[in-house]
């Protein structure tokens, strides 16, 4: 129990923890608030405008464009809502993210805790090829895994094959064993004497401590698929099949021209693009954290 | 680790271990065979869609490869080095490479100072953490192509940049300049990543003592100078980490050169090697030409992960 307590505990707790001595605090710590947050103002401002712009009935591009003026309206995106099928494509977001969730939760957590807590032939070599999965980056193997799915498989404009590169996400796996290792070998071996089948104790032990693990796994898997546009782009020509991020990039680059206003719409396509994402990531933020992924990375 | 079981088989001397000798299937499989079938969907999902492909990349590179319908019989025959040779010999694909060589040079450098100022400095401040550390993540959660529409408002040829810069604004402008197409980019990917690096950071700052700081401190160091002296090769393993992920991150590049500057533009002067790939594999049809230009790619991410982690260790 005190390992995943002590890992879930937020950075806030220890704020003292590193950084120069207090002697030499005050200007130096005034400079760093200056600039963290003209920084974070910086890092913000294209998500304001995002959302000013797909409100404003006109594109203003002045820099008064920027300020809220009296004149909002919700009608670029009954304009994108026209153009492109909004909820249908969410709704493919949806079952595509979905797929790699369960996939990942399902099969992750199971690979995850054998990685960590059984003995079995071939795990070395499994670890190694799941570490592996992190250098080489998926794109580069897009041509033989379009060759594999759309050409020898016929998967292509299916949800099945949007989902298949991406079933089981490695880098949750690593963070699930991480979290697995560093459970207590007397919990497990307790719970074996007690007569608990190695499932049972995966779902009644193991998994209630790495709740908060589990989240961010979920998490980070959960913006891989839903921002993901070059697969599925690739991998569906149906509109009636195609994700959010794919509908929008195919009408920013195609059919923006002919719509009133072509930014406001492209803009309220993205705010409903990103919202989703945001949206999940600030009501977890601080599942999002140093310590908690940390422990993953430093492996 | 699955040495154990080995180490107490017949004919072997006892080695000390407490409990019966192992049965035979434990030597084969494991003290806990079930193992296996628990990381069997994983393992199978590995080998369909990474190491087979791998292979397949590979493959496909040295023959004559082209798309026919499934189930048709076709004769691929093996050309040797030819596709690497039209590769190689292909001023798009030379542009794409050289194109990624700046964009590293600049998104690597400027993720990791960034990264490493940030993230020292979120972890010196008390106040206003959760705000801090949100803005500068939430761009690494959102989508690049909703991301990609809000730059292409700002750096349009009438976008707000430029209209704030007024006589200033280069021409042509950002995205259709051949010189600042690339830079643009680097800068729009350093932005949308910044946050996870600075969060890699974070984590590998939790790891310096108080008493370093303590020491430079008696020492007389300044701010400055503990952040030289004792933070930069305190974090020295999380930077190899850092540019290795930002190399791969950049190689992979496609969505920006695809959305934000017009497929590559102007005049290829923003392509990037995925995106190449797509135009020769996908939309021209030649898998076998693309195919090449990927393993080439993972040869110079491998090359160049090589050279900066032995310079950033030997330093």
Known sequence: ?299 | MTSVATTTGPGRPDTGRPGPRRPRWARLLGRQPLGILFAAPYAVFLVTVFAYPLFLAVWISFHDYFFAAPGAQVERPFVGFDNYAAVLSDPEVRQSFVNVAVFLVINVRLTVVLALVLATALNSVVHGRTFLRVSYYVPYVTASVALVAVWLFLFGQNGMVNEVLGPLAPNPSWLVNSTLAMPVIAIFVTWKQLGFFILLYLAALQGISKELYDAAAVDGASRWRSFLSVTVPGVRPATVLVVILATITGANLFTEPYLLTNGGGPDGASSSPVFVMYQKGIEQGNPDVASAIGVILVICVLLVSLVNKRLLERE
């Open chain 1, 1 to 299: 129990m005190t390992a995943t307590e002590s890992m879930t505990r937020t950075e806030a707790t220890r704020p003292e923890a590193v950084g120069p001595s207090r002697g030499s605090r005050g200007l130096g710590s005034v400079a760093s608030y200056v600039v963290l947050f003209l920084g974070a103002l910086l890092f913000l401002f294209p998500f304001y405008y995002m959302v000013i712009g797909s409100l404003q009935r006109e594109a203003d591009t002045t820099v008064a464009g920027a300020v809220p003026s009296g004149d909002l309206t919700l009608n670029n995106y009954a304009q994108i809502n026209q153009r492109v099928d909004l909820l249908g494509s969410l709704v493919n977001s949806g079952i595509f993210t979905g797929g790699v969730l369960l996939g990942t939760v399902v099969f992750g957590i199971l690979a995850g805790y054998a990685l960590a807590r059984l003995h079995f032939r071939g795990r070395g070599t499994l670890f190694a090829v799941m570490l592996l999965v992190q250098i080489v980056p998926f794109q580069l193997l897009i041509i033989p895994i379009y060759v594999l799915i759309v050409r020898s498989y016929g998967l292509a404009d299916t949800h099945l094959g949007m989902i298949l590169p991406f079933a089981i996400n490695s880098t949750a796996v690593f963070v699930f064993r991480q979290f697995f290792l560093q459970l207590p070998e007397d919990l497990f071996a307790a719970a074996r004497i007690d007569g608990a089948g190695e499932l049972r104790i995966l779902w009644s032990v193991a998994l209630p401590l790495v709740k908060p693990a589990l989240l961010t796994a979920v998490l980070l898997t959960f913006i891989g698929p839903w921002n993901e546009f070059l697969w599925p782009f690739l991998v569906t020509k149906d509109t009636e099949l195609q994700p959010l991020a794919v509908t929008l990039a195919n009408y920013m680059s195609n059919v923006a021209g002919r719509a009133a206003n072509p930014y406001g719409a492209i803009l309220a396509g993205a705010v409903v693009l990103a919202a989703p994402a945001v949206a999940l990531f600030v009501a977890f933020q601080k599942h999002f954290t140093a310590s908690e992924l940390g422990s993953g990375v430093k492996g």
